[in-house]
């Protein structure tokens, strides 16, 4: 489970994706993002681990609003 938290101005709901990336950067798969029932509260994603061959991967979660957006990533390892 990865939680995180997005911040943006009152009365404004960002729209928010994840993708789970190869360690070169290319794309796997779309993650889903269960989005907080509050604004100040945590969004989760559930990343099951055991259907990834042992290696490098990176999370990117991408945050947007009309006014623009932000793309952060966070890199981790399966090992078996």
């Known amino acids: 489970m990865i939680r995180f938290p997005v911040?943006?101005?009152a009365?404004?709901?960002p729209r928010l994706s994840?993708?789970?990336l190869s360690r070169m950067g290319q794309p796997v798969r779309e993650l889903q993002v269960a989005a907080a029932a509050e604004p100040d509260a945590a969004n989760a994603i559930d990343l099951p681990l055991a259907s990834l061959?042992?290696?490098e991967y990176i999370v990117e979660v991408e945050a947007a609003t009309d006014a623009g957006g932000v793309?952060?990533?966070v890199g981790f390892r399966v090992t078996p």
Do not use: I, Q
């Open 7 to 9: 911040y943006a101005p």
């Open 11 to 13: 009365g404004t709901r």
């Open 18 to 20: 994840a993708r789970l």
């Open 53 to 55: 061959a042992a290696g």
């Open 71 to 73: 793309k952060d990533r």
